[in-house]
């Protein structure tokens, strides 16, 4: 089974408006993380945001924030205000673990697009 | 604050040549990991190392691929005799310590197997 699932291979959405990229996610593992990473077209893989299983609020990183609902296994990336600059590749990743050291297990990534 | 540093970013080799790929980790962070990239995949796990130690390499092909981080230096990636299949982004990421920390990624080196 995927660890990572993201199901949307593309996203349009037009500037300065909010988008939310879906990420949902498999372990059994009751510490682990989420991330969000952002690859441009330049291929830089460029961290966004990180949610900890046991947080108990929501991420928030400027214009991002991660919608964790964590019965439903779910980490969607908020996007608000969207910026010509946002269109990239998205990848959610996971970390499982929370001792000792722990790798990631990315998604297959969803494509976004923003328009004028 | 230098990141994580990669190089070469681009590295053109002809089958069964051999490609060597340097990492150069965050000031400050001893953990080193692998990631490749195929085309239109998320990036794989190959292999973790700190400081003159393999961690964990489950994600390496068991023939043709070494990795090493010398007590000096870059962490390097080897690959032995390459064919086109390995033709993809391979990412460096690092690390301050283990568990909960975020990975920050080095810009990539793509590798071209004609």
């Known amino acids: 089974a995927q660890k990572i699932t993201q199901t949307q291979p593309g996203m349009f959405v037009q500037e300065k408006e909010a988008v939310t990229l879906d990420c949902t996610y498999d372990t059994s593992d009751p510490s682990y993380g989420l991330f969000w990473y952002k690859q441009p077209s330049s291929g830089e893989m460029i961290f966004l945001i990180y949610?900890?299983?046991?947080?108990?609020q929501n991420a928030t990183e400027g214009r991002y924030s991660l919608n964790f609902q964590k019965a439903r296994k779910s980490a969607n990336l908020v996007i608000s205000a969207s910026q010509l600059g946002d269109s990239a590749m998205y990848f959610c990743?996971?970390?499982?673990?929370?001792?000792?050291?722990?790798?990631?297990?990315f998604g297959k990534g969803t494509m976004l697009l923003v328009s004028p | 604050n230098a990141g994580v540093m990669q190089n070469p970013r681009h590295l053109v080799r002809r089958r069964g040549q051999e490609a060597r790929l340097r990492c150069s980790p965050m000031k400050g962070h001893s953990h080193v990991y692998w990631y490749r990239q195929l085309p239109e995949e998320g990036l794989k796990f190959m292999v973790y190392?700190?400081?003159?130690?393999?961690?964990?390499e489950s994600g390496m092909p068991k023939e043709r691929f070494s990795a090493e981080f010398p007590k000096e230096g870059p962490s390097i990636l080897r690959i032995q005799q390459v064919v086109r299949g390995d033709s993809a982004a391979y990412f460096c990421?690092?690390?301050?310590?283990?568990?909960?920390?975020?990975?920050?990624f080095g810009p990539g080196t793509r590798l071209l197997v004609l």
């Open positions: 990421a690092s690390s301050p310590s283990t568990g909960g920390e975020t990975q920050y």
């Open positions: 990743a996971m970390r499982e673990g929370g001792s000792g050291y722990s790798t990631l297990t």
């Open positions: 190392l700190q400081k003159e130690n393999i961690i964990d």
């Open positions: 949610q900890g299983s046991y947080d108990q």
